[in-house]
């Protein structure tokens, strides 16, 4: 298996764009959680998916972001408009029913200039 | 409030000098407990979960345990390659199957 997929790997953008990173999750896997990392906060967990329904979303900073899973193979989190505060990397992770083992993809690296 | 304090930040470490990591967590009910190595530019990667107190589960140059109030992940005799960021991460009964990370401890190991 290819692990976790998230695309793009950086992604540079000014303020005020909109940004949308992209995810695969591990196939067979039912559980899709994004997160983001960064130096002063470490890696906080944004929202999470069970068979593509949002379970718990409050880790989503502002209305700015939002998160679809459309199904059992792609996520995308979308931020509209962005902000430099927004620049961290955004990790994609899975995980099997009944498992609390997440595996995670290579993140999404940030900047919002 | 729940929490997961790491310490130290950061540890630098000769080859074959054997240390511990600490976690120490403050969360309303803990289902488990678990530790992520992090190397630079990629995800974490999973190590152990460890659900009880008195419980230790054991890799190579690692092994884990966990009290009613923290978490140690001891190296022995390191090598460089077991340089990287490692995490631990608390699963409590009211969040599901989310996770609260704590901030990571750096090691680096030089030879």
């Known amino acids: 298996d290819a692990g976790v997929i998230q695309s793009p790997r950086h992604e540079v953008t000014e303020m005020g764009q909109e940004v949308t990173l992209r995810c695969k999750p591990i196939?067979?896997?039912?559980?899709l959680f994004w997160y983001r990392q960064t130096m002063m906060r470490g890696l906080e967990l944004l929202i999470y998916?069970?068979?593509?329904?949002?379970?718990?979303d409050s880790g989503m900073p502002e209305d700015r972001f939002s998160a679809k899973m459309p199904n059992a193979s792609f996520s995308t989190l979308k931020i509209q408009p962005s902000e430099p505060r927004d620049s961290a990397v955004y990790f994609c992770?899975?995980?099997?029913?009944?498992?609390?083992?997440?595996?995670f993809g290579p993140g999404t690296r940030l900047t919002v200039t | 409030e729940d929490q997961v304090t790491q310490s130290p930040e950061a540890l630098r470490l000769q080859e074959g000098e054997s240390s511990s990591l600490n976690c120490s967590y403050t969360?309303?009910?803990?289902?488990?407990l678990f530790w992520y190595r992090q190397d630079p530019g990629k995800g974490p990667e999973f190590l152990f979960t460890?659900?009880?107190a008195g419980e230790e589960k054991e890799k190579e140059r690692l092994k884990a345990t966990l009290t009613k109030k923290e978490s140690f992940l001891h190296i022995t005799a390191p090598k460089p390659e077991d340089s990287a960021t490692y995490l631990c991460?608390?699963?409590?009964?009211?969040?599901?199957?989310?996770?609260?990370f704590g901030k990571g401890t750096t090691l680096s190991v030089s030879s």
């Open positions: 969360v309303s009910g803990l289902r488990g």
């Open positions: 992770a899975s995980s099997l029913p009944y498992s609390y083992e997440q595996y």
């Open positions: 460890l659900y009880s």
């Open positions: 998916f069970n068979n593509n329904v949002p379970i718990d």
């Open positions: 196939s067979g896997h039912d559980y």
């Open positions: 991460a608390v699963q409590i009964n009211q969040a599901g199957t989310a996770l609260i």
